[in-house]
């Protein structure tokens, strides 16, 4: 395909997938996108993208598509489903799986997807929706080398570090899958910690700067623990994601006979805050399961 000419569609315009559409626009790209959210629509709109009314409309004319959707059924569902794509599109189409699923599922899905003359990168992201509005995602990535040359415009414009894991699709799932044992351990860990702090008496925000500024801290800590000490859980990923996620993680440790007994820990406390009705808010809402603790509130305007 000709680059100069390649037309891309993002499906799944929640946080992370309208970041990157809109960088994709921000580029110069010709950039469709859809989400069953119309007021998501309405917003990539704005900002120049092409948001037609249905799913076939935005991406009937794609060279590649970017999937930035929540598990394997939804991206089964837009491919396969009742109103699928996949059938629709044009030969030599690439793609881009971009959301977060077991390798296992990004390999199956590749082989139906060349059995109906499609090619497939495997394309987990990382970087949160504060990356995705800037461009500088992290992507590891795995898939013919041709596919990524012709969708080299696509990720210049939404990554900063494009990683190519392997020729082979997988790969890049498998990566991401790491990075999600880490993330949901330490999302978990900074919960426990900060719930540790309030039962002994201690100041929250003082806690919060100290480790901070100690060998005791992560990134993940100082991004979702000031969600705790504001008392706002308005998500950005969602406690729920990480029942999914780590999920992954310990699905694959079967796979492998592996023990992963610290993700299969911090998988309960998800699970835990899940069940308890904290499944839609903020991932750092995982602390509501702490008993005994005074959790900051809502600071008022």
């Not at 392997?166 to 910690?193: F, P, R, W, Y």
């Not at 919060?208 to 623990?225: D, K």
Request: hydrophobic share 45%; aromatic share 6%.
């Amino acid at each position: 395909m000709s680059n100069s000419t390649s037309v891309f569609s993002v499906i799944g315009l929640g946080s992370m997938g309208m970041g990157a559409a809109k960088s994709a626009v921000s580029a110069g790209l010709t950039t469709y996108g859809f989400d069953l959210n119309p007021t998501a629509m309405s917003a990539f709109k704005e900002h120049g993208g092409m948001a037609p009314a249905t799913l076939l409309e935005a991406t009937k004319d794609a060279d590649a598509i970017l999937l930035m959707l929540v598990n394997s059924n939804q991206c089964d569902q837009v491919l396969f489903g009742e109103q699928g794509i996949a059938t629709s599109l044009k030969p030599n189409t690439v793609i881009i799986l971009g959301s977060t699923t077991s390798a296992s599922y990004a390999k199956t899905l590749n082989e139906k997807l060349q059995a109906m003359g499609l090619r497939m990168i495997d394309a987990p992201v990382s970087g949160g929706a504060a990356k995705a509005n800037t461009g500088e995602l992290s992507i590891m990535a795995s898939g013919p080398e041709q596919a990524f040359a012709d969708c080299q415009p696509l990720f210049d414009a939404i990554a900063a570090k494009l990683y190519r894991v392997s020729d082979t699709v997988g790969g890049g799932a498998s990566v991401k899958m790491i990075n999600q044992l880490l993330a949901g351990v330490h999302i978990a860990a900074a919960a426990e910690a900060m719930a540790l702090g309030l039962k002994a008496g201690l100041d929250p925000e003082m806690v919060y700067e100290i480790i901070s500024n100690s060998a005791g801290s992560s990134w993940m800590f100082q991004n979702r623990v000031p969600k705790i000490l504001s008392g706002d859980y308005t998500p950005n990923s969602m406690v729920d994601i990480f029942v999914k996620d780590l999920g992954i993680v310990l699905d694959a440790g079967k796979e492998f006979k592996f023990p992963l007994p610290i993700s299969a820990s911090a998988h309960q406390q998800f699970l835990s805050a899940s069940a308890a009705g904290y499944g839609q808010e903020d991932d750092s809402a995982v602390i509501k399961v702490y008993p005994g603790i005074n959790l900051p509130t809502t600071k008022s305007k």
